[in-house]
């Protein structure tokens, strides 16, 4: 890469955002902290916001910072899982503004995962001849301990859902 701005690029690559998978609780707060370092050699001042899914709610998402020369900041936003917010990776843009003349605008991309901690839950469908619809779910538990999971799938209307409780040792699929 030429003629690339390397102190941007080492503030777009500072940008952290942690824990790295919020757990599936629904309508429960949880905490999601975005930290940037400032790499270069002049004070910053900006503004932060998360660009979350919009099945997930963000207190303030917005949020002003100012870091000195090689400081860092680090800010706390509230998120909560609305009741119909899915598992499984999620892509997170974080905008930073940078007030400088002029001013920047960057957009990162973080990855964020949302399901019980040690879970990893793979769906795939098929239509079979019949016409019917095939759902076939694995769940593997990445924890140390036995987890136990109620499973529900809510076919349309004119079926009936489907429970099924499971439970899997550490380590098993």
Not at 7 to 12: A, E, I, V, Y
Not at 15 to 35: I, N, R, W
Not at 116 to 144: C, F, M, Y
Not at 158 to 168: D, H, L, S
Request: glycine share 6%; aromatic share 6%.
């Amino acid at each position: 890469i030429t003629g690339a701005d390397v102190s941007l690029l080492l503030f777009r690559m500072s940008v952290d955002v942690e824990p790295k998978q919020l757990d599936s609780f629904l309508g429960q707060s949880q905490t999601l902290s975005v930290s940037i370092k400032n790499p270069t050699s002049e004070s910053l001042v900006g503004r932060t916001r998360i660009v979350s899914p919009p099945t997930w709610m963000v207190a303030e998402p917005t949020r002003d910072w100012e870091t000195l020369a090689g400081g860092s900041t680090s800010h706390q936003f509230d998120v909560v899982l609305g009741n119909t917010a899915k598992i499984g990776q999620h892509d997170l843009p974080v905008q930073i503004q940078i007030e400088s003349v002029p001013p920047k605008l960057i957009t990162v991309h973080r990855s964020v995962r949302v399901g019980p901690s040690g879970l990893e839950l793979s769906v795939a469908t098929k239509l079979i001849r019949s016409g019917e619809l095939r759902v076939e779910v694995e769940l593997s538990n990445h924890s140390t301990r036995v987890e136990s999971y109620d499973c529900m799938l809510f076919p349309p209307p004119t079926r009936q859902y489907r429970r099924q409780f499971v439970e899997i040792g550490a380590g098993e699929t």
